[in-house]
């Protein structure tokens, strides 16, 4: 199938690290994604990582890939209320005149609790 | 550097009217291009993707329908809205052939009543 699962709320005090999850299927992927959707906006691309890495960091963000258990995470670090969003997990499929589909998580709404 | 524009940000429609809401992306030549729809908030339903002027994909049989008339403008249409058109549209581009990502535009929140 094509499915990639998230859960769909995590809730973490200010000041904690996040931490969202998500499994894909295609282990065929070379592209992981994450995107950032603040209320009533489009979405933007956080970060992406690569299928032949295990780990991308960028600041604030730290995404791991297992590409064995194909579960991808999200780390957040000292979440800040500027966080609060849906945040996408998605994965890269080719299509049949090769181009690239990205498949999409349901998203995991990300609250903050003072 | 590329850009895309996505109008209007906001629409209130009655059932039974037409619909179009309009894309238009900026820097970039013969991008690929996707409509989608976002039901409250969650997750995201691919409607039309486009390859390439007047090369349209349809995802979801519904009442909508898309068209691309130039390289980079991208139409979402509706003859006659429903109830269940309500949503929050977004118009995206990616560049051919590549694993970029997809770039999205602001969105339009269409409320049908």
């Known amino acids: 199938g094509e499915d990639v699962e998230q859960s769909l709320f995590l809730s973490v005090r200010e000041g904690d690290s996040s931490v969202i999850n998500c499994t894909y299927t295609?282990?065929?992927?070379?592209?992981l994604y994450w995107y950032k959707q603040e209320p009533g906006a489009g979405l933007q691309l956080l970060t992406y990582?690569?299928?032949n890495m295990d780990m991308k960091q960028d600041q604030r963000l730290t995404v791991l890939l297992n590409k064995k258990d194909k579960h991808l995470s999200l780390r957040i670090a000292d979440t800040q209320t500027g966080d609060s969003a849906i945040y996408f997990c998605?994965?890269?499929?080719?299509?049949?005149?090769?181009?690239?589909?990205?498949?999409w998580g349901a998203g995991t709404k990300l609250i903050i609790k003072p | 550097s590329q850009t895309i524009h996505q109008w209007p940000a906001t629409l209130v429609q009655p059932v039974g009217s037409p619909l179009s809401l309009e894309c238009t992306v900026e820097?970039?030549?013969?991008?690929?291009l996707y409509w989608y729809r976002q039901a409250a908030g969650r997750g995201l339903q691919l409607l039309f993707y486009?390859?390439?002027?007047?090369?349209i994909s349809s995802e979801v049989p519904q009442n909508l329908s898309a068209s691309r008339p130039q390289d980079r403008q991208f139409i979402l249409s509706s003859k006659k809205l429903l109830l269940s058109d309500s949503g929050f549209y977004l118009c995206?581009?990616?560049?051919?052939?590549?694993?970029?990502?997809?770039?999205f535009g602001s969105g339009t929140r269409l409320t049908v009543v």
């Open positions: 995206a581009w990616s560049v051919t052939r590549t694993n970029y990502g997809y770039t």
């Open positions: 820097g970039t030549s013969n991008p690929n």
């Open positions: 486009s390859v390439g002027i007047g090369q």
């Open positions: 295609d282990s065929s992927s070379t592209y």
């Open positions: 990582i690569f299928s």
């Open positions: 998605a994965e890269s499929k080719k299509s049949g005149d090769s181009n690239y589909q990205l498949i």
